[in-house]
């Protein structure tokens, strides 16, 4: 049939893509045969969904009382201040930052739904769970005690083994190091931890043994010979 012939046509591309790695040859295939546009109202379903969830998170983490989140593991960067913060502070209180830590705020949750919705749609095209299939987007876990907390970004399994997938978009000399596969301990930390959180659940479908980074280069321009996108 179509379909079965479409599938065998993306394994056989993935065997000899060009784009190194786990998800980013699906990625590169799609991408390069498909224009990414919402198209249907369960498109936009997914959209508001997504939304909310992302909104509850974000609302979780100016109210709730304080927690340690994978995120503020290793290297200080403006989102881990930003988070130790507000994780804190009165939530009716002024925000304590500026325009250039809102901007990256904005930027940052932007990058994250512009993926997560490039992954529904890749899913819908696919139309394979032993290729590609996605388990949840914005999953809240959390420790026993809950004062271990985090959100995973996505959960999918790619070729049967189920990944925890963390997006991040950084500049083009830290998005080419990931390609060449030198990650910051801060990143591998916070991939472990998710990891841990996740396997520690009780109520868990599965046990997860592997993360991937996958990162947006935030610098790249039509031509370039390197990909916009790495992963880890």
């Not at 250039?100 to 512009?114: C, R």
């Not at 998005?175 to 990650?183: D, F």
């Not at 801060?186 to 996958?214: C, H, T």
């Amino acid at each position: 049939t179509g379909r079965e012939g479409r599938v065998k046509d993306i394994k056989k591309q993935v065997r000899h893509a060009q784009a190194p790695g786990i998800l980013v040859p699906l990625v590169t295939k799609f991408l390069t045969e498909n224009p990414v546009e919402v198209e249907t109202q369960t498109d936009v379903d997914f959209l508001m969904g997504l939304m909310k969830l992302t909104m509850k998170r974000e609302e979780d983490r100016r109210t709730g009382p304080g927690y340690f989140s994978p995120s503020s593991l290793g290297e200080p960067c403006v989102r881990k201040a930003f988070l130790s913060r507000h994780a804190v502070r009165d939530p009716d209180a002024p925000s304590p930052y500026g325009l250039s830590a809102h901007y990256y705020f904005l930027t940052g949750n932007f990058i994250h739904l512009k993926w997560q919705f490039l992954l529904h749609k890749m899913e819908q095209w696919i139309g394979n769970s032993t290729i590609f299939q996605v388990h949840g987007y914005e999953i809240p876990i959390a420790s026993k005690r809950g004062d271990h907390r985090g959100t995973l970004d996505v959960v999918a399994s790619i070729y049967n083994e189920p990944w925890v997938i963390d997006f991040k978009g950084l500049n083009s000399f830290s998005a080419q190091k990931v390609g060449m596969g030198i990650i910051s301990k801060s990143y591998r930390m916070q991939l472990v931890d998710y990891l841990v959180l996740w396997n520690s659940q009780k109520a868990k479908p599965f046990e997860i043994k592997r993360g991937l980074l996958f990162v947006e280069d935030k610098g790249w321009v039509e031509g370039s010979k390197v990909s916009p996108f790495q992963e880890m």
